[in-house]
């Protein structure tokens, strides 16, 4: 052990940080008696390699003989010397969540010439996906990173250019949703570790994919979590130095809410944040549940209030946006608060650069769910089509499946419009139809991993995808390429898909119909108008105002045979807009269309 090698070249940050001189192990265990390295580089001796004391409860010290791949732990004595072997709290690579800590290179890895990668936030569309069930190659293993990195193709094809992977940091077996993180700054070794991960990012990057991580900071655990009393300390029985100690701790996932309150608490977070999008090159991330961050009981209440954890969210945001404006922080909570995406220093500004938007799923997994025809309400529709947030439609993330709607209780959209019979007429309809309306709608669309494909019941992080329906639904499968085609503006006629503008054309109540117009600029091959019938009636003549006169040519029809076999092939046609003056415009046409259907129609 060298106690002067910190001094002699200067290193910092924590963990085990690998250099030329060996290894430098740095721990915060302000309550410890005394601390230990052992590892391999040993023979797990627990009582040679002290530690330094520093500043601040801090503990370092080198070991010259440590490197690379070594395992280790750190041994904490407590004040009453007890002898605690402990997990780093920053190890970058695990063996499994009860194993030991490794050593891990993070410069090592040849990333070429890769560069972080995020689309225009107005032309992205995101794939939700879990890692365990996407892509499964062997029965009783989950999935991996080099499973996912087979589909870049795939995703490519569909016209995905942001994946966005559920949480994939050590937790306790191999299968899991991920929210249950017992090491935040390791990938779980099930999903290949580390490098597995980078390697992804490196071909989503050549692929014009950007890849986004969920983040989970309303807690940690709840087991195999060698954070919970870490240097033996801790009040009412608690989690100790990691945790809140006091009413505060409490969450739906146990008393494990990290303390917001504590310094090096809210430095280990904006840490972990930081090493994602600079050492992984990860394109942004997902906070999951934020409420229970910003609130105890994760609402408005102020005897709640953790003004802790809102300082820390805005730090997170706040030097995002000044190092890397590009990338995207999303937040998941679903209170529908201006405040969660206005700017830091605006107000309560928390800085989030979109949030999933809650009023949006919600009403439009109704009005695609509910039974009968005369109990949708189009004036619904037109709210979420118009709802916003800090007067940006992209500050939003709208869908109608996520790994949530699917699970918990509820199904697939499909399923949950005709139980145990998502090939049923009705379910592809209307889950067709809610589609369209994802990708039409002003914000960010997201589609969850299977929607594409039909998948049936609901999300299982032991139930994998499916990819034989691939062959059997392929025009399925295509009617969400083509509208993603359209969303994107690839073929170059739709650009006001990717507008901040809407308007609605009609709310029709009584047939069921709603038209609205999308546009970037306005004009030719701009300007986007699109209907949606949410009843099961042929519209065969039904007059509607048009922006402007002349040719609005049909880009898409969700009735088309070549989408399903099921399908009627309904022909809506082209359409000439004359002058007159229909729903405030002063052209109009008559336009045709098949029951539970969306129309998408530009100018060249």
């Known amino acids: 052990m060298q106690s002067d090698i910190e001094e002699k070249i200067n290193i910092s940050g924590m963990g085990a940080i690998l250099h030329d001189k060996g290894v430098f192990f740095r721990v915060w265990a302000p309550h410890a008696k005394k601390v230990f390295v052992m590892g391999d580089f040993n023979n797990w001796t627990s009582n040679e390699l002290e530690l330094a004391h520093e500043d601040n409860g ?28 402990k997990n780093d709290p920053y190890a970058r690579e695990m063996t499994n969540s009860n194993g030991n800590s490794v050593v891990y290179d993070n410069g090592s890895f040849n990333w070429d010439d890769d560069e972080s990668f995020m689309p225009y936030w107005n032309e992205a569309v995101i794939y939700e996906l879990h890692l365990g069930t996407f892509n499964v190659k062997e029965e009783g293993k989950p999935g991996d990173f080099y499973t996912l990195k087979e589909k870049i193709p795939y995703l490519k094809e569909l016209g995905i ?21 017992s090491y935040p700054f390791a990938i779980e070794s099930e999903y290949g570790g580390p490098d597995a991960l980078k390697e992804l990012v490196k ?25 919970w009393q870490f240097d033996g300390w801790s009040e009412n029985d608690k989690g100790g130095i990691y945790f809140y100690n006091d009413w505060r701790s409490n969450t739906p996932w146990g008393d494990t809410r990290p303390d917001y309150g504590r310094e090096a608490v809210r430095n280990y977070i904006k840490d972990n944040a930081r090493m994602w999008l600079e050492d992984f090159h990860i394109d942004g991330l997902r906070m999951d549940m934020i409420p229970y961050i910003r609130n105890v009981n ?23 946006t000044e190092k890397y404006p590009y990338k995207l922080t999303v937040a998941e909570d679903l209170h529908k608060l201006n405040w969660v995406t206005d700017r830091v220093g605006d107000g309560e500004g928390l800085g989030f650069g979109s949030q999933w938007d809650a009023a949006f799923v919600h009403p439009v997994r109704k009005l695609l769910t509910v039974q009968h025809d005369e109990d949708r309400d189009m004036n619904v529709a037109a709210e979420a089509l118009l709802h916003q947030y800090s007067g940006d439609y992209f500050r939003r993330v709208i869908y109608t499946e996520s790994h949530d709607e699917v699970a918990n209780g509820s199904a697939r959209v499909a399923e949950e419009i005709a139980a145990d019979d998502v090939n049923n007429w009705y379910s592809k309809k209307r889950a067709s139809l809610g589609m369209a309306m994802v990708l039409t709608a002003p914000g960010i669309p997201m589609i969850f991993q299977g929607q594409e494909l039909l998948e049936d019941k609901w999300f299982s992080d032991t139930d994998p995808i499916d990819w034989s329906r691939l062959k059997e639904l392929k025009g399925y499968h295509n009617l969400h390429k083509d509208l993603i085609t359209l969303r994107r503006n690839l073929s170059g006629v739709t650009a006001g898909l990717t507008g901040q503008h809407i308007q609605i054309i009609r709310t029709d109540n009584e047939q069921k119909i709603i038209a609205y117009q999308r546009w970037k600029d306005g004009g030719i091959k701009d300007t986007t108008v699109v209907i949606l019938n949410f009843s099961g009636n042929d519209k065969v003549v039904y007059r509607i105002g048009f922006p402007s006169a002349g040719l ?50 530009s100018q060249d």
Not at 60 to 80: H, L, P, R, S
Not at 208 to 224: E, K, Q, R, T
């Open 161 to 181: 250019n942001v994946i966005e992977i559920m949480p994939p940091y050590e937790f306790p077996g191999g299968f899991s949703w991920g929210y249950n993180p």
């Open 298 to 320: 994760a609402d408005e209440n102020p005897d709640g209030k953790l003004e802790e954890g809102l300082i820390m969210l805005r730090d997170i945001n706040q030097e995002i």
């Open 552 to 601: 609005w040519k049909v880009r898409f029809n969700s009735d088309y045979k070549g989408y399903n076999e099921e399908f009627e092939n309904y022909q809506s046609y082209d359409v000439e807009a004359f002058a007159e003056a229909c729903d405030g415009f002063e052209h109009s046409a008559e336009i045709s269309i098949a029951p539970y259907t969306a129309l998408i129609l």
């Open 203 to 227: 071909e989503a990057h050549k692929n014009g994919i950007a890849v986004m991580l969920d983040a989970v900071y309303n807690h940690f655990g709840p087991s195999d979590l060698d954070l």
């Open 58 to 85: 801090y503990y370092g010290g080198n070991v010259e003989n440590a490197n690379v791949k070594n395992e280790y732990k750190f041994v904490i004595i407590t004040q009453d010397y007890e002898e605690l072997p």
